[in-house]
């Protein structure tokens, strides 16, 4: 089955015809037709973004759109619980809230799937004696063992560039993760207000999403019960600063506070209490942990 997305990169104007890649590096040909505006994914670092059949009850279609990456975005629409969708293909939507909009100025890199080159094979007839057919053999040897030298040297680059990737990438996230437990307890002492989300006063959940999104570029989900399915569970005794405690059911929790090192969390308790710094205790222990960078 074809799919026709619109993305879009530096040399496209609003109305394109292009060729673009998605996550599962099967390209597609884009339809002709106006955007109304152009939205980046703005998701996880690291992580894609789901592509669905319908902004209303869709279905999962196999592909992603990476982070980073921008959209042309044909139509919007409002599913039923009000969360705001982009049509970005013939019958592909995506989430607005992991989005950020494109301004007239900013430049959109092309981002295409590696293309197959179909080669054809030339068919020799040769007429060969037993010495000739020794020379080929060792031909065919020698050829088979620089291959497989090649691809020897070629899997060490890889795993050297993997290496450099994952070292570079935990540097970041410990960057972000400081930045993070800083603006955190920045907020203590500001007011807990149910529903809001800064700066001045917050909910729980409020107060992670403003943080994350101030302090790393992350753009969690708004309510608990969406956050904690975000990022990768990590045990209660291997918490780092940054990463996310929650309180009650591990797949729908009522609390959630931003865990700062030592043993301590800053969260909006309650109206009484605000936005405060507290330890983690026997008799108020989190039920799951969320590491997100």
Known sequence: MK?????????AALTVTGVSAITSMKTVRAANFTAIKQVKIS???????????????????????KDGTVWNVAETALDKKGNLWYKV?????????????????EKAEVSQAPTVKK???????????KKTA????KTATQKKAEKIAKVKKAKQIVNTAIK?????????????????????????????????EGPDSFDCSGLVQYVYQKAAGVNLPRTTYDQVKVGQTVSLNNLQPGDLVFWGSTTAPYHVAIYVGNNQY????????????QTVSSYFTPSIAKRVL
Do not use: C
């Not at 799919?3 to 040399?11: E, I, M, P, S, T």
């Not at 996880?44 to 759109?65: C, D, V």
């Open 119 to 129: 080669t054809e094979a030339k068919q020799t007839k040769t007429t060969v004696n």
């Open 134 to 137: 020794a020379v080929a053999t």
């Open 266 to 277: 800053v969260n909006a308790a309650t109206p009484e209490q605000g936005t405060i710094l």
């Open 3 to 11: 799919h026709n997305f619109f993305k879009v990169g530096a040399a």
């Open 164 to 196: 450099k990737t994952n070292q570079t990438s935990s540097t970041q996230a410990t960057s972000k993760a400081a930045s993070i437990v800083a603006l955190a307890k920045q907020q203590i002492g500001k007011n807990y207000v149910w529903g809001a």
């Open 43 to 65: 998701y996880l670092p690291g992580k894609s973004l789901n592509i669905w059949t319908n902004y209303e009850n869709g279905q999962f279609m196999g592909y992603r759109a």
């Open 89 to 105: 293909g013939t019958r592909e939507w995506i989430e607005a809230r992991y989005t950020v909009d494109v301004t007239a100025g």
